[in-house]
T-cell receptor, first 114, second 109 residues
Framework: GAVVSQHPSRVICKSGTSVKIECRSLDFQATTMFWYRQFPKQSLMLMATSNEGSKATYEQGVEKDKFLINHASLTLSTLTVTSAHPEDSSFYIC??????????FGPGTRLTVL | GQQVMQIPQYQHVQEGEDFTTYCNSSTTLSNIQWYKQRPGGHPVFLIQLVKSGEVKKQKRLTFQFGEAKKNSSLHITATQTTDVGTYFCAGGAGNMLTFGGGTRLMVKP
């Protein structure tokens, strides 16, 4: 069964609004979660590593003030896209590794900013 | 930083033909992982290779890790329409996992 859930699966919003995406680990405690972005027909680009109880680690070129990450519990990490613009439209996917190397991905959230 | 290149970007095959995708890393890897992403779906783990020269098989899929642990390949024998999707390699080094660009496989029935 699913290991990681994500909500919402799709969201359409107006430019300038903020969107929150939730990522939950369903059957284990995830101290670390990863947030990726995938543009159409492209690869997964790691945005940030979310650490429970501490600040997220952002990849180079990713604005931490625009993509707010909160990992307040061992089963929930959230990504908030603040003041979204059309260029932020993408497929956002979270994952965790359950302590090993294999990544378990959530089903993804397709964000469309009008 | 670490870069992982994957070729080809796209591959159209006739059902029953074989398919191979290749992955090359700019640095030595501790492991290589392969994922499959169906259209509209999310990546799903297929396998991990750790040892130099390692070869693993899953039914019609054969995975190889190079002797220098810098390259890998995935070969599918006698493709089926259910093989359609994008295959990503991901190179692991330390705590980092870097995804290749993916190879999109299309299979004509």
């Amino acid at each position: 069964g699913a290991v990681v859930s994500q909500h919402p699966s799709r969201v359409i919003c107006k430019s300038g609004t903020s969107v929150k995406i939730e990522c939950r680990s369903l059957d284990f405690q995830a101290t670390t979660m990863f947030w990726y972005r995938q543009f159409p027909k492209q690869s997964l680009m790691l945005m940030a590593t979310s650490n429970e109880g501490s600040k997220a680690t952002y990849e180079q070129g990713v604005e931490k003030d625009k993509f707010l990450i909160n990992h307040a519990s061992l089963t929930l990490s959230t990504l908030t896209v603040t003041s979204a613009h059309p260029e932020d439209s993408s497929f956002y996917i979270c994952s965790t590794n359950r302590g090993g190397n294999e990544q378990f991905f959530g089903p993804g959230t397709r964000l469309t900013v009008l | 930083g670490q870069q992982v290149m994957q070729i080809p970007q796209y591959q159209h095959v006739q059902e029953g033909e074989d398919f191979t995708t290749y992955c090359n890393s700019s640095t030595t890897l501790s492991n290589i992982q392969w994922y499959k992403q169906r259209p509209g779906g999310h990546p799903v783990f297929l396998i991990q290779l750790v040892k130099s020269g390692e070869v693993k098989k899953q039914k019609r899929l054969t995975f190889q890790f190079g002797e220098a642990k810098k390259n890998s390949s995935l070969h599918i024998t006698a493709t089926q329409t259910t093989d359609v999707g994008t295959y990503f390699c991901a190179g692991g080094a330390g705590n980092m996992l870097t995804f290749g660009g993916g190879t999109r496989l299309m299979v004509k029935p």
